[in-house]
């Protein structure tokens, strides 16, 4: 017979994978201190016509350094309740957009 028990406490020892949801979105507001509105576009297949929909929706999500811009695509993820919206947390910027650089940019010049 094959000892179980070791292949179980390596299992344990290992890191476990976090079970909470993630979503890439686009920043579509940033006007709340630490809180961005992200708007996930959903591809989805019409259950009787089998035509793929469109549709949108929109978190709120929690971001701690008010890091992120209009216009940026971002991962974020599940989270405890924060507010009465407030479901999700800012995990990280995946793409800036080219917009918020600009504003960089202009900034660092005056």
Same mark, same amino acid.
């Given at each position: 017979m094959a000892d179980t028990t070791n292949t179980n406490a390596?299992?344990?020892?290992e890191a476990p994978a976090s079970r909470r949801n993630e979503k890439v979105g686009l920043v579509v507001s940033t006007k709340m201190q630490k809180t961005i509105v992200v708007e996930i576009e959903i591809r989805k297949a019409?259950?009787?016509?089998k035509r793929v929909m469109k549709s949108n929706k929109k978190f709120y999500a929690h971001? *701690?350094?008010?890091?992120?811009r209009v216009g940026d695509v971002v991962r974020i993820r599940e989270a405890r309740p924060l507010s009465k919206l407030k479901r999700w947390s800012?995990? *990280?910027i995946v793409r800036r957009s080219s917009l918020a650089q600009l504003d960089e940019k202009i900034a660092e010049a005056k």
């Open positions: 390596a299992a344990a020892t019409h259950p009787k016509y971001d *701690e350094s008010n890091s992120a800012l995990e *990280e």
